[in-house]
Nanobody
Framework: QVQLVESGGGLAQAGGSLRLSCAASTSIFSRYGMGWFRQAPGKEREFVTVTWSGGNTWYADSVKGRFTISRDNAKNTVYLQMNSLKPEDTAVYYC???????????????????WGQGTQVTVSS
């Protein structure tokens, strides 16, 4: 069982930045695809980004060019740098880990084996 713990959420103004972190309790962290999803009130959970140790990384179109995912395998931690924040980025952000690599289904939440508890990000206009 892998535990994922997110941190770094909070309140930001539009145009501002926040950095989320997700620490994983596994010694084989490097084998996992690490991703971020988000869920806004009244909406379904949606894919944000995912990265694999080999370097393959994907972003949702809505965050491309504004958000950057990175990972530190030595610290078992993945990060999400969020710049140029918009009010529509307001959501609970979830960290997720996947053992199954796919370049066609990475955006599907059911492809992820483990989830964090979520951290709230609120962007004010």
């Amino acid at each position: 069982q892998v535990q994922l713990v997110e941190s770094g959420g909070g309140l930001a103004q539009a145009g501002g930045s926040l950095r989320l972190s997700c620490a994983a309790s596994t010694s084989i962290f490097s084998r996992y695809g690490m991703g971020w999803f988000r869920q806004a009130p009244g909406k379904e959970r949606e894919f944000v980004t995912v990265t694999w140790s080999g370097g393959n990384t994907w972003y949702a179109d809505s965050v491309k060019g504004r958000f950057t995912i990175s990972r530190d395998n030595a610290k078992n931690t993945v990060y999400l740098q969020m710049n140029s924040l918009k009010p529509e980025d307001t959501a609970v952000y979830y960290c997720a880990a996947s053992t199954y690599y796919s370049d066609s289904t990475y955006m599907k939440s059911h492809m992820y084996d483990y989830w964090g508890q979520g951290t709230q990000v609120t962007v004010s206009s």
